[in-house]
């Protein structure tokens, strides 16, 4: 990949790789979930699965400050790429495992000094508490193989060679099956862990992955081709221009992570907690299911927008935007019309409790129409972030829809009586926000979608 034209056959190229390595990596969420349900304890399988969607996300908030950074990372590998000098890239790579080794030291060395107190001081059931901690006490573990598969993930798509991912995913969740059937369950003389057998098993997947990863840097001769692995010492310059490319992009994923993990400790503290965070989790691993194309175009949109914009092909921008979005929201419709026709088989994958399965199915069509605004919101605002040198309006928009959406459920916490399905019209509110920014600020970057 050099320059790019942004046509479908281009976009699709790109694109279903990550797509199909991004679904088996979801999987993992999915499968964490599923698991939990399925413990034969009806009160320890709903304590777990209450339990694992705050961890869960509590994780991804860490996982995410690596992921925002090294997409930092892919558009500046994209423009390198779109100028015609793939030697520089290997620079940009190898500096970026550096700050993500060591950034991933400091928040594994946090976390596990901290993460008891910080647990037991936003959620009050102590019984979540302790599942949860028992959780990230091994989840933990795979925070250094996260950060670093980041980069090689920045890395692939930057290049536009993004098979080896659906490879090095797909070996992830494989593992990641077996072994959650062997610790939590206790199988095969394997110690009955539960779920902190759960998390041991995504951490040792991950580092399973980034094996994989590594590997096809030698065995497809990248580390000749782009100068990889030559680090002689840190290049300061390069490393202040990513960082002032990805640190806005840091904070805006803290945000949006975040935001998920307030929404969950609110709806904890609700009445039948327990039973309403079980729901939750549930309906979040979904919606992370559901959109997997949806993020691995926007992942494609950074690559393709980066690129065109280095060529100052603003129209070219424009119809980027519009073909991936149209093949995002074809890819969930699909999906969500599966969901409406069979919520009940759908739930019964991740539950037994006939309980939770009636109180999900209405916030289903909540969930269905917050995931068509997801579809196209999600590549907009990917192309407000690529569209030239700065991200900065990327997080102004995050920090606005954020507030807005904390101001909204805040509000509905307050009213007596308040149910689940209500909380969760916050989606909504959410995606419409974002939209409305995500539009103007590509207004005022000369990108006019409509």
């Not at 059937?181 to 992955?209: D, N, Q, R, T």
């Not at 991740?350 to 917050?370: K, S």
Request: hydrophobic residues 55%; positive net charge.
């Amino acid at each position: 990949m050099s320059q790019l034209k942004a046509t479908y056959r281009e976009i699709w190229h790109i694109a279903y790789p990550l797509i199909l390595g991004n679904l088996v990596y979801t999987m993992i969420g999915m499968c964490d979930t599923a698991f939990m349900g399925k413990i034969d304890n009806a009160h320890i399988a709903n304590v777990a699965q209450a339990a694992i969607g705050p961890s869960a996300i509590f994780y991804s908030v860490l996982f995410m400050i690596g992921f925002a950074y090294t997409r930092g990372t892919q558009i500046l590998i994209a423009r390198k790429m779109g100028e015609g000098k793939p030697q520089e890239v290997g620079e940009i790579v190898d500096n970026a495992i550096v700050i993500m080794l060591a950034s991933s030291l400091v928040l594994f060395a946090l976390i596990r000094i901290f993460s008891n107190k910080l647990l037991g001081a936003m959620m009050h059931d102590k019984e979540i508490v302790e599942a949860s901690e028992a959780f990230l006490n091994y989840r933990i573990w795979g925070i250094l193989a996260s950060f670093t598969s980041c980069v090689f993930i920045s890395f692939y798509s930057g290049i536009g060679k993004t098979r080896l991912l659906t490879l090095s995913i797909g070996l992830m969740v494989v593992i990641n099956i077996i072994l959650n059937y062997l610790l939590v369950f206790g199988k095969w003389g394997f110690p009955e862990m539960g779920i902190a057998g759960s998390g041991l098993a995504s951490s040792i997947s991950e580092w399973l992955s980034v094996l994989v990863m590594v590997g096809g840097v030698f065995i497809h001769n990248r580390r000749r081709d782009f100068q990889l692995f030559n680090i002689r010492k840190l290049h300061f310059p390069l490393i202040s221009n990513m960082t002032k490319v990805a640190v806005p992009l840091v904070i805006q994923a803290i945000i949006a992570n975040g935001a998920w993990f307030v929404l969950f400790i609110f709806i904890e503290k609700m009445p039948r907690g327990q039973e309403n965070l079980a729901i939750s989790s549930i309906l979040r691993i979904l919606i992370i299911f559901i959109s997997v194309p949806v993020w691995a175009l926007g992942s494609v949109t950074n690559t393709v927008v980066s690129n065109l914009s280095v060529q100052d092909d603003l129209e070219g921008v424009k119809k980027a935007i519009h073909r991936i979005s149209l093949m995002s929201m074809a890819m969930v419709a699909v999906q969500c019309i599966i969901l409406g026709v069979a919520p009940r088989f759908i739930l019964h994958l991740f539950t037994n409790d006939m309980v939770l399965i009636d109180q999900a199915v209405p916030i289903m069509w909540i969930v269905i129409v917050a995931l068509i605004m997801l579809s196209f919101t999600v590549i907009f605002f990917n192309g407000v972030v690529s569209v030239g040198e700065t991200t900065h309006e990327a997080l102004y928009i995050e920090i606005l829809t954020v507030v807005v959406y904390f101001l909204y459920f805040d509000g509905l916490f307050h009213i007596p009586g308040i149910t689940l399905p209500y909380i969760w019209t916050a989606e909504w509110v959410y995606w419409l926000v974002m939209l409305g920014g995500s539009v103007f600020m590509l207004r005022r970057k000369k990108v006019h979608l409509f």
